[in-house]
């Protein structure tokens, strides 16, 4: 059973950063898009940042222009940089793959903490 792992969340102050990090335990077969979530207590889950395969990147408005996500879609990794971090950027984030054929994944989160 292929497992999605994420890494990189911690404590920073407000105008930090953090790279989070999402890598496959095994093979994902022909992932068309890997995606980047997050969900702050009380908030639904919402997609902050999406790549597919072909590198074109999209993010939310709440973040665009401070985070920045990059894959390997070969290597089954993902990564999200996050610069200029905000208070209202806290949450538990998480990855998400998208195969052509079958389930999608997801991984069991990671959590940021960003205080003012």
């Known amino acids: 059973q292929v497992q999605l792992v994420e890494s990189g969340g911690g404590s920073v102050q407000a105008g930090g950063s953090l790279r989070l990090s999402c890598a496959a335990s095994?093979?994902?077969?022909?992932?068309?898009?890997m995606a980047w979530y997050r969900q702050a207590p009380g908030k639904q889950r919402e997609l902050v940042a999406e790549?597919?395969?072909?590198?074109?990147?999209s993010y939310s408005d709440s973040v665009k222009g401070r985070f920045s996500m990059s894959g390997d879609i070969a290597k089954d990794t993902a990564y999200l940089q996050m610069n200029s971090l905000k208070p209202e950027d806290a949450g538990v984030y998480y990855c998400?793959?998208?195969?052509?054929?079958?389930?999608?994944?997801w991984g069991q989160g990671t959590q940021v903490t960003v205080s003012s």
């Open positions: 095994g093979t994902v077969f022909s992932v068309i898009t």
């Open positions: 998400r793959f998208t195969p052509k054929y079958g389930r999608e994944y």
């Open positions: 790549i597919t395969s072909g590198g074109r990147t």
